[in-house]
């Protein structure tokens, strides 16, 4: 693969896991949407299904990697760094240009909701949303394009993140990876987006799980830069955590891969 398929694959790749994860759960919690009070539970498929469907579509581009912490992962697994600064930005870029196609999808149900006096006088804790007792910088939207804990503990969040993206890292290296092991295979496309949906049923509920750096970063960024009515504050003082949380867990899972697989 070339530096320009990689680049390229990511951007596309990431755009349409954003796209379709963070469009889940825009229908879910946005006011005026067809899919309103959907639930956790179809947030959690829609994001498995997100990541089943990117990878399938940019896989023979550039291996589908669509997450800093699976490109550090099997960075570490192989000794080789040469492409990680391609993959992360391509992977960043993606994130964002997907976070503002899930705006202009949802801009109508953005206005209403974001309108509302019901939403300006007092914001009710929705599925999908961040918790604003929990994280009082949060905007009433915020959800829709990053994630937040329901109860701020910093070291139980970093916990989760570092727990559940070992997880994913670990089915992505040991069951995931095609035959040249750079990237995700056919049948690894669908292990990993059940394993996705896995880690959302199960290790969902105290943080949103990110277990993906750039999907967290890019749509905060959009989500700090869009011109939303009372969008409110995109809670940079936890925008760390989903960050350093899944790059450790990536490491973790290629160093226990490396201890016992390889």
Request: proline content about 6%.
């Amino acid at each position: 693969m070339s530096s320009s398929d990689i680049f390229i694959g990511e951007i596309i790749g990431t755009a349409v896991l954003i796209l379709l994860g963070g469009g889940v759960v825009a229908a879910v919690v946005l006011k005026r949407s067809k899919a309103q009070n959907a639930g956790f539970l179809a947030i959690t498929f829609g994001w498995g299904f997100a990541v089943m469907i990117a990878v399938y579509m940019t896989g023979t581009l550039s291996g589908a990697h669509l997450n800093p912490a699976v490109t550090v992962g099997i960075a570490i697994k192989d000794g080789d760094w040469s492409n990680v600064p391609v993959y992360l930005a391509g992977q960043l870029l993606g994130a964002m240009l997907g976070a503002a196609l899930v705006w202009i999808a949802y801009y109508g149900q953005f206005q209403a909701h974001l309108t509302d006096p019901e939403i300006i006088a007092a914001p009710p804790h929705e599925e999908g949303l961040v918790s604003e007792q929990a994280a009082p910088k949060a905007g009433p939207v915020l959800g829709v394009f990053s994630t937040g804990p329901e109860v701020r503990v910093v070291w139980q969040n970093l916990a989760t993140e570092i727990i559940g993206t070992t997880v994913l890292v670990l089915a992505v290296l040991t069951q995931g990876l095609n035959d040249s092991g750079k990237g995700l295979g056919v049948i690894g496309a669908l292990i990993v987006a059940f394993t996705v949906v896995g880690i959302g049923l199960s290790l969902g509920g105290p943080t949103g799980y990110a277990i993906n750096p750039a999907r967290d970063l890019g749509p905060r960024i959009v989500h700090a830069l869009l011109p939303l009515p009372n969008k409110g504050g995109s809670d940079w003082g936890y925008a760390w955590i989903p960050v350093v949380g899944p790059l450790i867990g990536g490491a973790l899972a290629a160093g226990i891969y490396n201890l016992a697989f390889a």
